[in-house]
Nanobody
Framework: VQLQAFGGGLVQAGGSLTLSCATS????????MAWYRQAPEKQREFVAVITRGGSTDYADSVKGRFTISRDNTKNMVYLQMNSLKPEDTAVYYC??????????WGQGTLVTVSS
């Protein structure tokens, strides 16, 4: 598996959760990395991106609450999620951020936020 996200779970609104993504060195070193999510009956959407140089950007819906980071020594990407809301409930995936190109999607990790 080239992209494996984990760390999801059930959390109450207002709580925090940290997701992790393990990927291969070839993917990690060559690409900007991002988190995406797909809520039930909705399309997959962009959440956050971190460039190879460490610059970050976020979807408006998560700005100020989520923080993306990467560990270049471990080929890992993280998503720290604070002040979670029920509308953050979704399956979260990591992948590259490279226009229309994506690596094969992993299984993702489910985050459920209860009200």
């Amino acid at each position: 598996v080239q992209l494996q996200a984990f760390g999801g779970g059930l959390v109450q609104a207002g709580g925090s959760l940290t997701l992790s993504c393990a990927t291969s060195r070839s993917i990690f070193n060559a690409n900007n990395m991002a988190w995406y999510r797909q809520a039930p009956e909705k399309q997959r959407e962009f959440v956050a991106v971190i460039t190879r140089g460490g610059s970050t950007d976020y979807a408006d819906s998560v700005k100020g609450r989520f923080t993306i980071s990467r560990d270049n020594t471990k080929n890992m990407v993280y998503l720290q999620m604070n002040s979670l809301k029920p509308e953050d409930t979704a399956v979260y995936y990591c992948n590259v951020r490279a226009g229309a190109f994506f690596a094969p999607w992993g299984q993702g990790t489910l985050v459920t936020v209860s009200s």
